[in-house]
């Protein structure tokens, strides 16, 4: 596996007719991948590249420290927000907003104090000198963006940072830890509100606490007051930011139940149920019969051929004319871009479970017909680099940073589809879901087999609100209802069958387990489509 190759949008992007993207190239127009982004009288940009301030070399993540660094070197009219922070235990891949002021309206204004928030001089952790955390104080009508950190007791300079007008902030949660250590802590910020309207953009600062100091709680995110999506990519830069990041995704070597095509699922025979008729209606290619909008009060359902033969088939989907399906919306105050890729696959296959050392097959528990999983890319709208990628596992999943991935043919990042389930991960193996400390739990497998996909080669544009009419929603997208028919399962039949030879503890602890898992691990449920998932219209979960 190669690693990511960090560099600007014009290094790594090809534009869709093949030619190499220039300064000048096909990204031309728009200001998607401009490198600044005006948020209403406030420009911001992304700096990457960083300055080492101080760093400790214990504590946190893997117990290997963190490092604050300001960004260096800042571009010319541009101030700095707040430091920036990471832990040691990752290779350096970061970047914080800077700002300028536009508007001749005051959008920035210099600190009138500093609060000294905490300092390492009375602490045992292994460190690089002394660091010191300030918490500007803004002025009346003006919000502190991120901690400035220090390597000297003096306060900074009041030229050193700027604080922001209120009207261009947001309010912002805490993200992960990056560092804590004796009482001390610091974490991640991101805004509080998250979706397609949400206007809160991701600054790259933190926030800091210790025992008996000044909180640094009032932190604030940056705001798109603007509220415009000029910053977006048009349909042929989406084409192009799927050419270069589109990924890969392997299947196990055993999976026997693949992806599909919507037209090739519907064309093998896919069956429409309506409630109290007995006679289902075949789907059209496109899926243009389907009932559209409506409530999904289990009126009408999608099913499998009724032959058995055509029924088998249909399960086990098709790779050679296989098709994912994009959403593309804007996310974090449309300083980013995020591609959903949506992946359908026509069966999901039975669940095993793992107690200790025994694997237990748990019969036709997990089966069920219709199974969407997605993987998201995030990709900045300042420069068009991918930033992290969304691996959906089940009802959730995980954010991967670009540089935590394994990559193939460039900067395509990789992917493990678990089999049977079909849960996206990003390093094969075995993840157990439950409780993996006890080792029970439901099995998900993954491992390089001989089937995958480039989700770059068939894909297909179905949604992308921000660009109005230029894109057509299929049908089907539209299709509320279920992809499968409900089944009830006697799941505490079932796990005595398949429990005979454990101890009465173990077999009692396994189905608790069972019991406490989401619907749609088990198979009671069928799955509603993409556009009846919370991250349809806000962020991941």
Same mark, same amino acid.
């Given at each position: 596996?190669?690693a ?12 869709f ?9 096909c990204?031309?127009?728009g200001g998607?991948a ?11 940009c ?7 301030v101080?760093a ?14 300001h960004?260096s070197?800042?571009?010319?009219g541009?101030?700095m ?9 990752r290779?350096l891949?970061g970047?914080?907003?800077?700002a300028?002021?536009t ?9 009138v ?9 009375s602490?045992?952790v ?18 502190s ?5 220090t ?16 009207d261009l ?6 993200d ?9 802590s ?5 805004p ?10 991701w ?18 995110c940056?705001?798109?007051k603007?509220s ?13 930011i ?13 999976e ?7 037209s090739?699922?519907?064309d ?14 075949p789907?059209t290619?496109d ?15 999608i ?11 249909v399960?086990?989907?098709d790779?050679?004319?296989?098709k ?22 026509p069966?999901?296959g ?9 694997n ?13 999983e ?30 935590q ?8 990042p ?5 089999l ?7 390093k ?11 080792g029970?739990?439901?099995r ?7 089937n995958?996909?480039d989700?770059?080669?068939?894909? =297909? #544009?179905?949604?992308? !609100?921000y ?6 929603e299929p049908? *089907?997208?539209?299709? +509320? @209802? ?12 079932k ?5 005979k030879?454990l ?12 019991e406490s898992?989401?619907d =749609? #691990?088990?198979?009671? !449920? ?9 991250? *349809?219209?806000?962020d +991941? @979960?």
């Open positions: 596996m190669n990511f190759k960090r560099g600007s949008v014009h290094e790594v992007l090809w534009c007719e093949g030619t190499m993207v220039q300064e000048d190239g990204f031309e127009g998607f401009k490198e600044v982004i005006d948020l209403g009288g406030l420009e911001v992304q700096v990457s590249s960083f300055t080492k101080w400790s070399h214990e504590g946190g993540e893997d117990d290997a420290g963190a490092t604050f660094f960004p070197p800042i571009p010319s541009f101030s927000l707040g430091s920036y922070a990471q832990p040691n235990s290779p891949f970047w914080v907003l800077v300028r002021d508007s001749n309206g005051g959008t920035l204004a210099k600190p104090d500093y609060t000294l928030v905490w300092s390492s001089e602490s045992n292994k460190q690089d000198g002394n660091g010191y955390f300030w918490l500007p104080t803004p002025p009346q009508g003006y919000k963006i991120g901690l400035l950190v390597s000297s007791s003096e306060k900074p300079s009041l030229d050193q940072v700027r604080c922001v007008r209120a902030t947001d309010l912002c949660e805490n992960a830890s990056i560092w804590d250590k004796d009482g001390f610091v974490n991640g910020l991101r509080a509100a998250r979706g397609v309207q949400a206007l809160g953009a600054v790259g600062t933190f926030i800091a606490q210790a025992n008996g100091s000044p909180s640094s709680s009032d932190i604030a940056l705001k798109n603007a415009s999506f000029t910053s977006m990519p048009n349909l042929s830069q989406i084409q192009a799927m050419q270069a990041y589109s990924p890969v995704i392997y299947f196990h070597p055993d026997e139940y693949l992806p599909s095509s919507m090739w699922y519907f093998s025979g896919a069956l429409l149920y309506a409630k109290g008729n007995p006679n289902p209606t789907i290619s899926g243009s019969n389907l009932p559209q909008g409506g409530s999904n009060n289990g009126g009408y359902w099913d499998l051929p009724v032959d058995e033969e055509k029924k088998e088939k399960k086990k989907g790779i050679p004319t296989s994912v399906y994009l959403h593309v919306k804007p996310m974090l105050g449309a300083t980013f871009t995020d591609m959903s890729i949506w992946i359908f696959y069966f999901n039975p669940a095993k479970a793992k107690v200790g050392l025994i237990l097959s748990l019969g036709r528990i997990g089966e069920h017909v219709g199974d969407w997605h993987v998201t890319l995030r990709v900045s709208n300042f420069n068009g680099e991918l930033w992290r990628v969304y691996l959906s596992k089940h009802s959730s999943g995980t954010w991967v940073d670009a540089s991935l394994d990559f193939e043919g460039g900067n395509k990789v992917a493990y589809s678990s049977h389930g079909h849960a996206n991960y990003s094969p193996g075995l993840v157990l879901q439950g409780n993996s400390k006890l029970i739990g439901i998900n497998d993954t491992a390089k087999g001989k995958s996909i989700t770059g080669e068939r894909f =297909e #544009v179905v949604a992308a !609100e660009l109005g009419s230029a894109v057509v049908p *089907w997208l539209n299709y +509320e @209802r279920e992809w499968g028919p409900k089944i009830t399962y006697d799941i505490g039949k796990i005595d069958k398949v429990a030879l101890p009465g503890n173990l077999k009692n602890a396994l189905k608790k387990m069972v898992l989401p =749609e #691990v088990l198979g009671e !449920e069928g799955p509603t489509g993409p556009k009846m998932k919370g991250e *349809w219209s806000m +991941e @979960r």
